[in-house]
């Protein structure tokens, strides 16, 4: 049968499918490495997980290692007992390798570590599924693009080209002679949107980015510390970052 002379999509580029294994035993084989390069060793958790804010600490402790990866893999290569582990008394940080945790390898003094996390505290905009840390109303009458959260004078109203995405969303609105109104029944002060403690939805934290409220704050909390000249690990508590000897 002669070959189909059809044309043919021809790819310069095939990608290729991720070694799984070798990236395994390439984060075993770093995080040993590093254990005998860097004076101190952190397991810190994360909460809120942003891409965005976890980039900015690998920027800010650019000349450290941060590591966070697959737990097992992790806790594998700290050692999960004396006589598996890769330096003396590492072994002690293994049992806190679980949920949304990483591992800082740094040469800065654990002073300073726990003195930049107690105050980087960015806010960002909620997410579905998460619980709401306070309540955000939207004020009867002219709304405006912060919806009270600012002073009026420094506030302005919204554009009425948002006015059909806010009806959409269940808001009572309407334009008035190009502004856009709240109107509600009689006694009611405002819309609420969510009231804190409450599971938000996605209808509820796209209302809030609308209006700039941001109610969710990324917090990288340290664990635990080992030192390498000590051989010593010191857990620190949630809040003050006060030691305690393991």
């Not at 050692?79 to 940080?93: I, Q, R």
């Not at 806190?96 to 800082?104: C, F, K, W």
């Amino acid at each position: 049968m002669p070959r189909s002379k059809r044309a043919r999509v021809v790819h310069e580029s095939k990608t290729q499918k991720k070694d799984h294994k070798e990236q395994t035993r390439r984060l075993f084989a770093n995080i040993r490495e590093c254990i005998d390069e860097y004076d101190h060793l952190f397991v810190f958790a994360v909460d809120n997980m942003r891409n965005t804010y976890l980039k900015d600490v690998r920027t800010e402790f650019s000349d450290s290692r941060v590591f966070f990866g697959k737990t097992k893999v992790m806790a594998k290569a700290l050692g999960n007992d004396a006589e598996s582990e890769a330096a003396p008394n590492v072994h002690k940080l293994t049992p806190l390798l679980a949920g949304a945790v990483g591992l800082l390898f740094t040469n800065r003094t654990p002073e300073s570590v726990i003195s930049h996390f107690n105050t980087f505290r960015p806010q960002d905009f909620a997410r579905a599924g998460t619980i709401a840390t306070r309540s955000f109303t939207i004020p009867n009458g002219l709304v405006t693009a912060r919806a009270g959260e600012i002073p009026a004078e420094h506030d302005e109203p919204i554009s009425h080209t948002i006015e059909p995405a806010l009806r959409k969303l269940g808001v009572p609105t309407r334009l008035v002679k190009g502004k856009v109104m709240l109107e509600l029944t009689e006694g009611e002060e405002g819309y609420p949107v969510c009231k804190e403690g409450e599971t938000l939805t996605s209808r509820q934290t796209t209302l809030m980015k609308m209006f700039g409220i941001t109610s969710s704050e990324f917090k990288v909390e340290l664990k635990a510390y080992w030192t390498r000249s000590s051989e010593e690990v010191k857990i620190l508590e949630s809040e003050g970052g006060m030691d305690v000897d393991a």
